[in-house]
């Protein structure tokens, strides 16, 4: 049977503040994906912990007290499609990182936005007018840069950071979907749940202990903070639309760079700046075009309403 959830609320600012927080947290799991690649752990065992762990700790905390409802929906479709999206790009997210720096991958995965805007017009019905088409052509520019195909410095590793990229936009649609039809705690429910079966099959098969007592902390840390950065996440999508609050997420892009150079000594070079500078532009752009449209439109509906 259906059930009631919290409805979409039109609460930008908090919305931003959430996404900032569950950026931050998603920081540490990345960080403890790469180490734990650099560590040799196969990729399919890493991304089989992480939701391992996501979905071990969400029933132990939350059945208790939701009981079935933990696991009622009301798009069965829906949630079981955005938790193989999910775990699409995470499986693909943590292969790439196991050839390229955090500031590469993470580079990559914000032409989500650009894509989102792209999609949206086939995908959600909207307009997208030639200026935000051009302001995709532009971003993607920013996105070869950092690649540089043709040249040595170009790895095809890259390739499934694109993909991965592609798989991100795809979840943050459906993300914005399910927004007042399931709760966040529900679509926690079925991105762990999700991805633990299918993985079920696969992930034993060449399995490897963590060898320090860091990667230990590592392995066990990813579930919890995968858990919390997307319930953050998910809340956010409640109060704010996917295309408002994408470009917030770029403030990560800084995070991972540091903790790139501090962690893996990984520094970013000029032209990785150079190629991220455009991509961010580029999404504000989008962004702030999206924000005046929504205006001009907040400024002509009162008047028709009369």
Same mark, same amino acid.
């Given at each position: 049977?259906?059930?009631?959830?919290?409805?979409?609320?039109?609460?930008?600012?908090?919305?931003?503040?959430?996404?900032?927080?569950?950026? $931050?947290? *998603? %920081?540490? =799991?990345?960080? #403890?994906? @790469?180490? +734990?690649?650099?560590?040799?752990?196969?990729?399919? !065992?890493?991304?089989?912990?992480?939701?391992?762990?996501?979905?071990?700790? $969400?029933? *132990? %905390?939350? =059945?208790?007290? #939701?009981? @079935?409802? +933990?696991?009622?929906?009301?798009?069965?479709?829906? !949630?079981?499609?955005?938790?193989?999206?999910?775990?699409?790009?995470?499986? $693909?997210?943590? %292969?790439?990182?196991?050839?390229?720096?955090?500031?590469?991958?993470?580079?990559?995965?914000?032409?989500?936005?650009?894509?989102?805007?792209?999609?949206?017009?086939?995908?959600?019905?909207?307009?997208?007018?030639?200026?935000?088409?051009?302001?995709?052509?532009?971003?993607?520019?920013?996105?070869?840069?950092?690649?540089?195909?043709?040249?040595?410095?170009?790895?095809?590793?890259?390739?499934?950071?694109?993909?991965?990229?592609?798989?991100?936009?795809?979840?943050?649609?459906?993300?914005?979907?399910?927004?007042?039809?399931?709760?966040?705690?529900?679509?926690?429910?079925?991105?762990?749940?999700?991805?633990?079966?299918?993985?079920?099959?696969?992930?034993?098969?060449?399995?490897?202990?963590?060898?320090?007592?860091?990667?230990?902390?590592?392995?066990?840390?990813?579930?919890?903070?995968?858990?919390?950065?997307?319930?953050?996440?998910?809340?956010?999508?409640?109060?704010?639309?996917?295309?408002?609050?994408?470009?917030?997420?770029?403030?990560?892009?800084?995070?991972?760079?540091?903790?790139?150079?501090?962690?893996?000594?990984?520094?970013?070079?000029?032209?990785?700046?150079?190629?991220?500078?455009?991509?961010?532009?580029?999404?504000?752009?989008?962004?702030?075009?999206?924000?005046?449209?929504?205006?001009?439109?907040?400024?002509?509906?009162?008047?028709?309403?009369?």
């Amino acid at each position: 049977m259906a059930h009631l959830v919290a409805p979409i609320e039109n609460k930008v600012n908090l919305a931003i503040g959430l996404v900032l927080v569950s950026q $931050l947290v *998603l %920081l540490v =799991l990345d960080i #403890s994906a @790469k180490w +734990l690649s650099v560590e040799g752990l196969p990729t399919t !065992e890493i991304v089989f912990v992480r939701y391992g762990m996501h979905f071990f700790l $969400l029933l *132990l %905390l939350f =059945l208790p007290v #939701s009981g @079935k409802k +933990l696991f009622q929906t009301n798009n069965l479709k829906l !949630e079981l499609l955005r938790g193989g999206c999910l775990l699409v790009t995470t499986g $693909l997210n943590f %292969l790439a990182m196991r050839y390229l720096p955090l500031t590469v991958t993470s580079a990559i995965q914000f032409t989500s936005p650009l894509i989102i805007c792209a999609l949206s017009g086939p995908l959600l019905g909207e307009t997208v007018g030639w200026r935000r088409w051009v302001a995709i052509g532009v971003g993607f520019i920013g996105t070869l840069i950092i690649v540089r195909p043709g040249s040595e410095a170009f790895q095809p590793a890259a390739l499934i950071s694109l993909g991965c990229a592609l798989f991100l936009a795809f979840f943050a649609i459906l993300t914005r979907r399910l927004a007042g039809v399931d709760g966040a705690l529900t679509q926690q429910f079925y991105a762990g749940g999700v991805p633990v079966i299918l993985l079920m099959p696969f992930a034993f098969g060449d399995w490897a202990w963590p060898s320090q007592p860091i990667s230990w902390v590592a392995f066990f840390i990813m579930g919890a903070a995968g858990l919390l950065g997307h319930f953050l996440n998910s809340t956010a999508h409640r109060f704010a639309g996917a295309s408002a609050l994408a470009p917030f997420s770029y403030l990560s892009l800084i995070y991972l760079s540091i903790a790139s150079w501090l962690v893996f000594d990984q520094p970013p070079d000029q032209l990785f700046i150079l190629g991220a500078g455009i991509i961010i532009a580029s999404g504000l752009y989008i962004w702030l075009r999206e924000r005046s449209l929504h205006k001009a439109e907040s400024v002509v509906d009162p008047v028709l309403e009369r």
